[in-house]
């Protein structure tokens, strides 16, 4: 009789989540058209403060998860 002994470890993993918050506001611009309006208004949300976004009133908000990444950060035999 073959015996297959195996033996045994203890790794600890850690998950990396990844989330994604979405915040919608309204910007009134003043523009000739829509096009540009669109425009500017992408540009006026990225030069405001990033304190204005995150501590938002949440007036439309939804989080959820994006992605889960694993990393094993170690492994150790286990004593019998």
Same mark, same amino acid.
């Not at 918050?21 to 003043?30: L, R």
């Given at each position: 009789m073959i015996? $297959? /002994?195996m +033996?045994?470890?203890?790794?600890?993993? +850690?998950a990396i989540i990844t989330t994604t918050k979405e915040v919608?506001?309204?910007i009134e611009i003043e523009? @000739?058209? *829509?096009v540009q309006a669109e425009?500017?208004?992408e540009t006026a949300a990225g030069?405001?403060? $990033? +304190?204005?976004?995150? *501590?938002? @009133? *949440?007036?439309?908000y939804n *989080? /959820?998860?994006e992605d889960?990444? /694993?990393?094993?950060e170690s492994v150790e035999e286990k004593d019998e």
């Amino acid at each position: 009789m073959i015996r $297959n /002994f195996m +033996k045994k470890y203890i790794c600890t993993v +850690k998950a990396i989540i990844t989330t994604t918050k979405e915040v919608t506001d309204t910007i009134e611009i003043e523009s @000739p058209d *829509e096009v540009q309006a669109e425009e500017d208004a992408e540009t006026a949300a990225g030069i405001m403060d $990033n +304190k204005i976004w995150l *501590e938002h @009133p *949440e007036i439309d908000y939804n *989080e /959820f998860y994006e992605d889960i990444e /694993f990393q094993v950060e170690s492994v150790e035999e286990k004593d019998e």
